[in-house]
Every structure is written in C-alpha cells, then in structure tokens.
T-cell receptor
Framework: AQSVTQPDIHITVSEGASLELRCNYS??????LFWYVQSPGQGLQLLLK??????LVQGIKGFEAEFKRSQSSFNLRKPSVHWSDAAEYFC????????????FGTGTRLQVTL | GAVVSQHPSRVICKSGTSVKIECRSL??????MFWYRQFPKQSLMLMAT?????????EQGVEKDKFLINHASLTLSTLTVTSAHPEDSSFYIC????????????FGSGTQLSVL
C-alpha cells in the first residue's frame, strides 16, 4: 500500500529565510507526487506536481520540489519565505495514469516569524 | 483553470438532523469525485470515491448508510450526512477528476460541519 511520511509536524522559520519541507513516500513504482497548501478553514491549493521527466519541479509562489528516486523523497523548498506562506503543507501521492485517489501525508504546519 | 465549487462552506446543525453538501465542477465534466474528511490538525482521509452513474466506493471503516453519496451527473456530487452526531463534526472536502487521471484533480474549498 502506498504511504506518505512528513516527518516534521511543525516548522518555524524567519521571514526571508530558506525553507525545506520533507516528504518521503512508499510506493511500488514511481507515483505521481504533489504538494498542496492549505490555509485555515480553506480547501487545498496545488503548489506543484511531478509526473516524470526533470526531477526538479517548479511551482507557484516561488516553490520548487526535487524528486529523488533513490531516497523516495519529494522535498519542498523555497529560497526566501514570506509571512504569507504560513499555512499547512501536504505532500501527496497518486497512482499514475488513472483517476485514482490521493494518499496524503499528515502535513507540516509552517509558522513564519517576522 | 478548472474550478470545483463546494457548498455550503460552513453549516451548523442539531444532532439527529441530516446535512447535504454539494460539490460541483464548474467548467469540466467530473467522471470521478472524491470525498475527504479532515479532523483538526490532521491530514485528509479519503472517505469514498464516486463515479458518475454508479454507486460510490467507500473506504474501510466509513459507514455508507451514514454518509450517502450521490453522483447523478457529470458536474455534481453530493454527500449527505444522515442523522448527524457531534462526532461527525469535521471539515469535509471534495475533489473532482476530469478523466485525465490524478494529474487533473481539483479540490473544493471545503465544508466545516458542526453538529450541536
């Protein structure tokens, strides 16, 4: 069965500092990989996704993620965090090629200090 | 981009009543829709998968008689929480796929259900 692990429940960074949120997955093959952001009481917004090809994926709001097959990881990064980036971040995996359900990690809550 | 509209965004009801949540795909045909439940400060847990014109597939542990899902058209799926109880209070989110697989999956903005 597929699973997603986000080891950091809560992270605090200063505005302007760099950010890396970790995500590890377990899947039989290379799944589709996603990062979503959720503001309090809101739905999910897709930041970026990886299907195949270039392992460094660029997303919205200045985020990027790197797929590392050898480590089964898909870590999310941002060079300089803004206060508005404070939110909950979810990593998710999905089976490629089908309209299948996503499996989400438990999320990482990002707090940004000024 | 594609939009999924979820309504209502927030509902408060008395214990024992039923609540219906709607999920609409506004500019694409959603052959498959998913319903998730999220408890405070936890991840999204898939409740069920619905395909247009057929019965929903429920995840293990989800009571299908309590959480009724109808996907009667390619643009609308509904989740009805029957005889709601306080333990049903949660954030419910739908997502919709437009035939393209999980790479074309769009989420609604969620419904906060509070059962008194």
């Amino acid at each position: 069965a597929q699973s997603v692990t986000q080891p950091d429940i809560h992270i605090t960074v200063s505005e302007g500092a760099s950010l890396e949120l970790r995500c590890n997955y377990s899947y039989g093959a290379t799944p589709y990989l996603f990062w979503y952001v959720q503001s309090p009481g809101q739905g999910l917004q897709l930041l970026l996704k990886y299907f195949s090809g270039d392992t460094l994926v660029q997303g919205i709001k200045g985020f990027e993620a790197e797929f590392k097959r050898s480590q089964s990881s898909f870590n999310l990064r941002k060079p300089s965090v803004h206060w508005s980036d404070a939110a909950e971040y979810f990593c998710a995996v999905g089976a490629p090629g089908t309209a299948s359900k996503l499996t989400f990690g438990t999320g990482t809550r990002l707090q940004v200090t000024l | 981009g594609a939009v999924v509209s979820q309504h209502p965004s927030r509902v408060i009801c008395k214990s024992g009543t039923s609540v219906k949540i709607e999920c609409r795909s506004l500019d694409f045909q959603a052959t498959t829709m998913f319903w998730y439940r999220q408890f405070p400060k936890q991840s999204l847990m898939l409740m069920a998968t619905s395909n247009e014109g057929s019965k929903a597939t429920y995840e293990q542990g989800v009571e299908k008689d309590k959480f009724l899902i109808n996907h009667a058209s390619l643009t609308l799926s509904t989740l009805t929480v029957t005889s709601a109880h306080p333990e049903d209070s949660s954030f419910y989110i739908c997502s919709a796929s437009d035939r393209g697989g999980s790479e074309k999956l769009f989420f609604g903005s969620g419904t906060q259900l509070s059962v008194l």
